[in-house]
């Protein structure tokens, strides 16, 4: 697939500024100075003509001329050059390139859809997650990627090709699984020049390229341990250095993290992000843990029963999902089930459901239609008044200490709300009675 220059466009763009703008501006400026140098304008600009600026009334006016002419030059520099700024902003956007392209690809197993009709652009250099349950096809997905599975249906591309029924070992992938998948007879060098051994490379060139790899993720020195004599964090590190050692395109992680301990897992996390940032290889991550997810990606894919609700980096995830799945399996969440009442023009509106009354924010939404709302519980405010615009009481159930924050919660009618406050804040106690509101534009409207 040929590649587009970045470069090569900002070269042309520079020539065809210095020709057609620049110095027609000079030539401009310059020959204003001296309307009787008109075959020879280079003459133009002299000291002379300084001298005999403040006698003559003719040059008054030619250097009002040109200053006219240097002001229209500059604001017309100035136009160009910002609509051409943004010509080439818009052309990198449009030639970020797409490293993966996955359209319309399906994947039964024994007649049980797994995957149905999914479709996914990743692009180059990009840390993109595949979130979901247990069982919503984001593993499959990946092993389609990797070659370990085939498509029933739909395409697969990898660096703009076609790799239906290309083998695992062609494909210009390496694949990270959960149980790192070590030769645990071999040591730590062997594990990693393994792949290079296969393909037969210079031992001087093995070498150099595993001790690079080596100091990549931070294991100098290791060369000869044994592998039953690493940590998990250790296991992991090496299971990478094997995948970047033979230069993939892209890195597939199959939950790789999942086998190692709290802390550990969270000091891998931001290791991981590093590394990514380092190589510029592109990461396509397999998790369940939404928090996981929300650390270390560009772009978040939430899957659900074979299908992706939801494609954006993760603070749109959280603070504007898509979908009711998605408001409730990223994070915690209050949903609820609104009619619009008192639909403005500009928007807002009155939200009534069976928690009473809110103010709202619905566009394109008119009274009497039904929608939902994603209220998280940070959002959530109470105080022993009520607030203008919102009709909601209930009474403290609970309070929770969660470390830095204090999970509160309410029962209103049947339902029972989350809200959350700073640990070490005055907040109500179980037992009282009090009233709920939140910021309108804080409320995520999706469809019911």
């Not at 929300?294 to 772009?299: C, E, G, I, L, P």
Request: hydrophobic content about 45%.
């Amino acid at each position: 697939m040929k590649k587009r220059s970045h470069t090569g466009l900002g070269v042309l763009y520079m020539v065809l500024m210095f020709v057609f703008i620049y110095i027609p501006t000079v030539i401009m400026a310059v020959y204003s100075f001296n309307e009787q140098s008109s075959n020879k304008w280079w003459t133009g600009f002299t000291t002379e003509w300084y001298g005999k600026l403040f006698h003559d009334a003719q040059l008054w006016q030619t250097f009002g001329l040109s200053l006219k002419i240097s002001l229209l030059s500059t604001v017309i520099v100035v136009i160009i050059g910002t609509l051409g700024a943004m010509a080439l902003y818009y052309a990198r956007l449009d030639m970020a390139k797409k490293i993966i392209e996955i359209k319309d690809v399906t994947k039964s197993f024994d007649g049980a859809a797994v995957v149905k009709g999914i479709s996914l652009d990743v692009m180059e250099g990009e840390f993109l997650t595949l979130l979901g349950p247990s069982g919503c096809g984001k593993t499959t997905t990946l092993r389609m990627l990797a070659g370990l599975e085939q498509p029933d249906s739909g395409t697969v591309l990898i660096d703009g090709e076609d790799v239906g029924g290309m083998p695992p070992y062609k494909r210009a992938v390496n694949t990270v699984f959960q149980n790192y998948a070590l030769f645990p007879l071999m040591n730590v060098y062997d594990n990693i020049a393994y792949g290079l051994t296969v393909k037969k490379l210079p031992k001087d060139v093995i070498r150099g390229k595993v001790t690079a790899a080596l100091k990549t993720v931070q294991l100098e020195g290791f060369e000869k341990r044994k592998i039953d004599r690493m940590s998990g964090g250790q296991k992991q590190r090496v299971a990478i250095a094997r995948a970047i050692v033979n230069d993939p395109r892209v890195l597939l992680l199959d939950e790789p993290l999942g086998a190692l301990d709290f802390k550990l897992r969270k000091q891998m996390q931001l290791e991981l992000k590093r590394l990514q940032k380092q190589l510029g290889i592109t990461f396509i991550y397999v998790t369940h843990d939404q928090e996981e997810a929300m650390t270390m990606s560009d772009r978040i894919a939430v899957m659900s029963g074979g299908v992706i609700e939801q494609v954006a980096p993760p603070e749109v995830i959280y603070n504007a999902p898509a979908t009711s799945f998605v408001a409730d399996f990223v994070g915690e969440s209050n949903i609820f089930d609104i009619t619009v009442e008192n639909a403005q023009p500009g928007g807002a509106c009155t939200l009534t459901g069976s928690f009473g009354h809110a103010a709202g924010i619905c566009p394109g939404l008119a009274a009497g239609k039904t929608a939902r709302i994603c209220v998280r519980p940070e959002a959530m405010k109470l105080s022993y008044e009520p607030f203008d615009g919102f009709d909601i009481e209930g009474t403290v159930t609970e309070d929770i200490c969660a470390g830095n924050l204090v999970k509160i919660l309410v029962r209103v009618g049947v339902e029972e709300l989350k809200c959350s406050q700073l640990s070490g804040v005055a907040h109500p106690q179980p037992g009282e009675r009090v009233y709920l509101h939140w910021d309108a534009a804080s409320a995520a409207l999706m469809e019911r």
